[in-house]
Nanobody, 122 residues
Framework: VQLQASGGGLVQAGGSLRLSCAAS????????MAWFRQAPGEGREFVAI????????GYADSVKGRFTISRDDAKNTVYLQIVNLKAEDTAVYYC????????????????WGQGTLVTVSS
């Protein structure tokens, strides 16, 4: 499966963004989907996950209450709605797909998008 992330940009602190990740090439509905992010000079960290049936979601503590992950299997797309952006949210955001069990660990994911840059100005 190929993943294409989009929706990043330059936003003022307190603003909102919706990131999208469009999948092609395989049965999207069978994948657990997640978002990770990588800030400048830092490692890639888990942000949010949504299960293949869409019933369960999970978030990093740092984003709970501000980030919402969702999916539209008819459009083969997963979204990340972000509100009340903070300077520390500045990062490249990556979407990832897992064909089996997955959680917070990078190597549990089989496919990765190219990333979309979110820059938050204070």
């Amino acid at each position: 499966v190929q993943l294409q992330a989009s929706g990043g940009g330059l936003v003022q602190a307190g603003g909102s963004l919706r990131l999208s990740c469009a999948a092609s090439g395989s049965s999207f509905s069978r994948f657990n989907m997640a978002w990770f992010r990588q800030a400048p000079g830092e490692g890639r960290e888990f942000v949010a996950i949504i299960t293949r049936n869409g019933r369960s979601t999970g978030y990093a503590d740092s984003v709970k209450g501000r980030f919402t992950i969702s999916r539209d299997d008819a459009k083969n797309t997963v979204y990340l709605q972000i509100v009340n952006l903070k300077a520390e949210d500045t990062a490249v955001y990556y979407c990832a797909a897992a064909d089996g069990y997955s959680g917070l660990v990078l190597n549990q994911y089989d496919y990765w998008g190219q990333g979309t840059l979110v820059t938050v100005s204070s």
